[in-house]
T-cell receptor, first 115, second 116 residues
């Protein structure tokens, strides 16, 4: 069965620091999809990125970057020069091919960025 | 383009009652799925509907049910509410079935249910 682990339950940084959120996944499928979502206090899950298992290229979007490594089953998320507005809970999720839009979520990492 | 809309946003129910939550997906999206979020269990998949048919179901008791209408709008119902059903219920929509066609899954703001 699939599983997503976010070992860091809570991280606290000072503004402008770089921070990396870890995500490790387990799946028996060779085709799968990985996601990151941000959840502010309002509750909505805001989509950040989706990655296919056959595309191991790292991605950068502004201050955000993602490092996908199949060899270690990891899909880590780095925020460069963090800002107070980045404070939220971040979730990593996995979807397997053929499982429709069923996502398996990690436990989430609460990020607190202090001014 | 409007996002995923969920109603009501907040509600309080008494044990034993039933509740119906509504979700309007993004226009053109045909897949709607529901998730329950609690502090203890985290985010858990309830079920997914595509073209009015339930395609996947999570590990929840039969008290949890849902349906999808021809316009892709969806409702979920929880009968005989228990204290443990207090949670944030999130609805998500996607253009189609599965991720192989490059679908991204978008979430609404959720419905906060408190059972007293």
């Amino acid at each position: 069965a699939q599983k997503v682990t976010q070992a860091q339950t809570e991280i606290s940084v000072v503004e402008k620091e770089d921070v990396t959120l870890d995500c490790v996944y387990e799946t028996r499928d060779t085709t799968y999809y990985l996601f990151w979502y941000k959840q502010p206090p309002s509750g909505e899950l805001v989509f950040l990125i989706r990655r296919n298992s056959f595309d191991e290229q790292n991605e950068i979007s502004g201050r955000y970057s993602w490092n996908f490594q199949k060899s270690t089953s990891s899909f880590n998320f780095t925020i460069t020069a963090s800002q107070v507005v980045d404070s939220a809970v971040y979730f990593c999720a996995l979807s397997e091919e053929g499982a429709g839009n069923m996502l398996t979520f990690g436990g989430g990492t609460r990020l607190m960025v202090k001014p | 383009k409007a996002g995923v809309t969920q109603t009501p946003r907040y509600l309080i129910k008494t044990r034993g009652q039933q509740v119906t939550l509504s979700c309007s997906p993004i226009s053109g999206h045909r897949s709607v799925s529901w998730y329950q979020q609690t502090p203890g269990q985290g985010l858990q998949f309830l079920f997914e509907y595509f073209s009015e048919t339930q395609r996947n179901k999570g590990n929840f008791p039969g008290r949890f049910s849902g349906r999808q209408f021809s316009n892709s709008r969806s409702e979920m119902n929880v009968s005989t509410l228990e204290l443990g059903d207090s949670a944030l219920y999130l609805c998500a929509s996607s253009p189609g079935q599965g991720g192989s066609s490059g679908n991204t899954i978008y979430f609404g703001e959720g419905s906060w249910l408190t059972v007293v």
